[in-house]
């Protein structure tokens, strides 16, 4: 699938924040599919930068797999926390649907 990134809402691209900031990798979106919460905690508080992942073929952020599958509390917070814009992104199934 294509990497691809939440607008931030948060962060004009031309400041030096953004251009420091690395692209979100699927890493976390990967631990997130593995149902690994310890280490979606530990990966989130890292890298938060990854909570803003977006599935090329699925529209879909950590976020929103992790709701899926029940994880802990402090798990959605902490994505919550990096992302918050992954909480109004809709999925390509819902879209068109």
Known sequence: SRNMSLPSS?????????????P??????????DMNWHRVYQHVKQHPQDAAYLDGDT???PLYVACQYGPPVRVVRALLQAC???????SRR???N
Do not use: F, K, N
Not at 10 to 22: K, L, M, W
Not at 24 to 33: A, G, N, Q
């Open 84 to 90: 918050p814009d992954a909480m109004t992104q809709i």
């Open 59 to 61: 529209w879909e952020t």
């Open 24 to 33: 979100p990798s699927c890493e976390l979106y990967d631990l997130v599919l």
């Open 10 to 22: 948060g962060t004009d691209a031309s400041s030096p924040i953004a251009a420091s900031t690395p």
């Open 94 to 96: 819902l879209r068109y």
